[in-house]
């Protein structure tokens, strides 16, 4: 990788947090210790998605390297080898996708910096759906194209990262 990636800030959630927090980093078929990273980094537990599992509040799921992670009622998550999204594999829209159709307007979904265009359809069906469909200011993101494909794609609500973690916690 050549860039930082953005990370909101997690860090700052609260260990009883009343959601589960599910998050795609483009990594393909190469290993990620972004579960332990993130486990260590902030107050939430983190773990790589396991197919079938129940997803529980205060908990972050992340998308296993070159699986995409869905979510389905009555909670759970599905792990799929399946096709390349926008040439990468996990992808983003496939989890957006399916946690709009799962749980409507309560999701929350946020774009933050990446290559490519991925995130942009499945936070318009988030949209679509009731829930909230939030973008990086691609401004400030340190790799633009996907906060820009996303507000490209219809208008959601552009903010700095340091207003993100504030504009989750009070939907």
Request: with cysteine; glycine share 8%.
């Given at each position: 990788m050549?860039?930082?990636p953005?990370?909101?800030?997690?860090?700052?959630?609260?260990?009883?947090?009343?959601?589960?927090?599910?998050?795609?980093?483009?990594?393909?078929?190469y290993?990620?210790?972004?579960?332990?990273?993130?486990?260590?980094?902030g107050?939430?537990?983190?773990?790589?998605?396991?197919?079938?599992?129940?997803l529980?509040?205060?908990?972050?799921y992340?998308?296993?390297?070159d699986?995409?992670?869905?979510?389905?009622?009555?909670?759970?998550?599905?792990?799929?080898?399946?096709?390349?999204?926008?040439?990468t594999?996990?992808a983003?829209?496939?989890?957006?996708?399916?946690a709009?159709?799962?749980f409507?307007?309560?999701?929350v979904?946020?774009?933050?910096?990446?290559?490519?265009?991925d995130?942009a359809?499945?936070?318009?069906?988030i949209k679509?759906?009731g829930?909230?469909?939030?973008?990086?200011?691609p401004?400030?993101?340190?790799?633009?194209?996907?906060?820009?494909?996303a507000?490209?794609?219809?208008?959601?609500?552009?903010?700095?990262?340091?207003?993100?973690?504030?504009?989750?916690?009070?939907?």
């Amino acid at each position: 990788m050549t860039a930082k990636p953005a990370i909101l800030s997690i860090s700052a959630t609260e260990r009883d947090c009343a959601a589960a927090i599910a998050v795609v980093f483009h990594v393909g078929p190469y290993p990620s210790h972004l579960p332990e990273i993130l486990s260590w980094h902030g107050k939430l537990p983190a773990v790589f998605g396991e197919d079938g599992a129940v997803l529980e509040p205060g908990r972050i799921y992340v998308a296993p390297p070159d699986q995409h992670m869905m979510l389905e009622r009555p909670g759970r998550i599905r792990i799929v080898s399946g096709s390349p999204v926008h040439h990468t594999r996990p992808a983003v829209d496939p989890l957006f996708a399916s946690a709009a159709a799962t749980f409507g307007s309560r999701v929350v979904g946020v774009v933050l910096s990446g290559r490519g265009t991925d995130g942009a359809t499945g936070l318009r069906l988030i949209k679509n759906h009731g829930g909230l469909a939030l973008v990086q200011d691609p401004v400030e993101a340190p790799v633009p194209q996907m906060p820009a494909a996303a507000f490209a794609q219809d208008d959601l609500e552009v903010l700095p990262i340091a207003q993100l973690t504030r504009r989750v916690a009070d939907f």
